[in-house]
């Protein structure tokens, strides 16, 4: 594998890990934005339908099959996807000037998008990259007709901690909540945008944390409720 490719997904492995899988990462080829995909390669995505998740993960069947992002998003797009000369990565792409056009339909399904962009060195020969700009669902600095929110959900025995903040506004609210009382949250909620999720459990967590995840979630409308919904 050439340099740019190897440096395309090393910076996607660390991205996974800073960002979640939720992300598409989109490096600058000369005057267009491209995305790349080892069809070869194992996703470390997973799928489950809202019932399989409800259940306990010890007999929970194994996940359904992951669509890969570059398909999805040539998919949502309406795009092609090619695989050049003998070369197994498969690449769409779009002119750089096209991304403000596609960051509304991309950030509104869940995406988090990374923007790879050539560094001006003024010398010859392999250009330099580096990550330039980040959207996500709740921080999209090209369109702030609306605010979004992410909201931060922290596990201890019984008790939550509730966190909303808006990157865009600055605004946050912060406050405790029993288990009991959770289903008073919703109320507050209807009045927030809230576009990305993110949840922290105390290390001594017992097994069945993640189904009381899912079931709040649900009770929130954060989450789908049909037991069919294929989560990724």
């Known amino acids: ?3 740019v490719p190897m440096q395309y997904f090393n910076l996607m492995e660390e991205n996974y890990s800073k ?5 598409i990462q989109l490096i600058q080829i000369g005057k267009f934005y491209e995305l790349w995909h080892e069809p070869d390669v194992p996703s470390i995505q997973q799928a489950y339908s809202q019932a399989e998740l409800l259940v306990e993960s010890s007999i929970r069947s194994r996940s359904l099959g992951v669509t890969p992002p ?3 998003v040539a998919s949502l797009l309406d795009m092609r996807i090619i695989s050049p000369g003998k070369r197994s990565l498969l690449q769409m792409g779009f002119p750089i000037y096209s991304l403000t056009t596609y960051l509304s339909t991309l950030l509104d399904k869940g995406w988090t998008i990374i923007v790879i962009d050539e560094l001006p060195t003024g010398k010859s020969g392999l250009k330099q990259r580096a990550v330039s700009r980040i959207y996500s669902p709740s921080c999209n600095l090209e369109d702030c007709s609306e605010l979004s929110y ?3 959900i922290y596990f201890k025995d019984d008790l939550l901690g509730i966190t909303l903040f808006s990157a865009m506004s600055g605004h946050s609210i912060m406050f405790p909540v029993y288990w009991v009382d959770r289903d008073k949250v919703a109320r507050l909620l209807i009045s927030y945008r809230i576009k990305e999720i993110v949840i922290r459990a105390d290390s001594g967590a017992n097994s069945g944390i993640l189904n009381k995840i899912y079931g709040l979630l649900i009770g929130w409308n954060l989450f789908p409720s049909e037991p069919n919904a294929r989560i990724e």
């Open 70 to 72: 570059i398909e999805q």
């Open 150 to 152: 992410v909201i931060s």
């Open 1 to 3: 594998m050439s340099q």
């Open 19 to 23: 960002y979640g899988l939720s992300v």
